[in-house]
Structure formats: C-alpha cells, structure tokens
C-alpha cells in the first residue's frame, strides 16, 4: 500500500517539527514523491548527513510502504 502526502507530512513535521514542508506527486501516481525540507536542525550537516536524518524518521517505511522520495533538505537562509 502506497503512503499518502498528508502521512509523508505527518511523519517529517514529527521529526522536523520546525520545518516547512512542501510534498509533491512526482507521478502523478501517489507512489513517486518528492519533498522539500526546510528545517533548522539541517544547519551544519552535509547533505548526505540531511537526506540520513530524514531516511531514519520514516525507519522500515522508507523503501516498502514508501517507494520513492526524492528530497530537498536544507536549513533556513
């Protein structure tokens, strides 16, 4: 079963609750996302240190319930 936007939201503003979040339908098939992530706590890290906090916040989910997420993290200018 594939993951809504509203629950792929849900699951970062928990782990980022600073962050503006956008989530976008890559497909158009509600299985290929894509999501910017603006939050504080990426400041200072390397960017595959960003995409390795976000990975760990959807844990088992990342690769079986959600199959693709494309991300755009980064700390506020």
Do not use: C, Y
């Not at 970062?12 to 979040?21: C, M, R, T, Y």
């Not at 939050?39 to 990342?62: D, I």
């Amino acid at each position: 079963m594939a993951m809504d936007a509203g629950e792929i939201e849900r699951i970062l503003k928990q782990a980022f609750p600073d962050a503006q979040i956008q989530i976008r339908d890559l497909a158009g098939d509600g299985d290929h996302w894509a999501a910017t992530i603006i939050s504080e706590q990426f400041r200072g890290k390397t960017r595959v240190q960003q995409h390795q906090m976000v990975n760990a916040a959807f844990g088992e989910l990342m690769g079986t319930t959600l199959h693709a997420l494309s991300l755009q993290p980064s700390a506020p200018e």
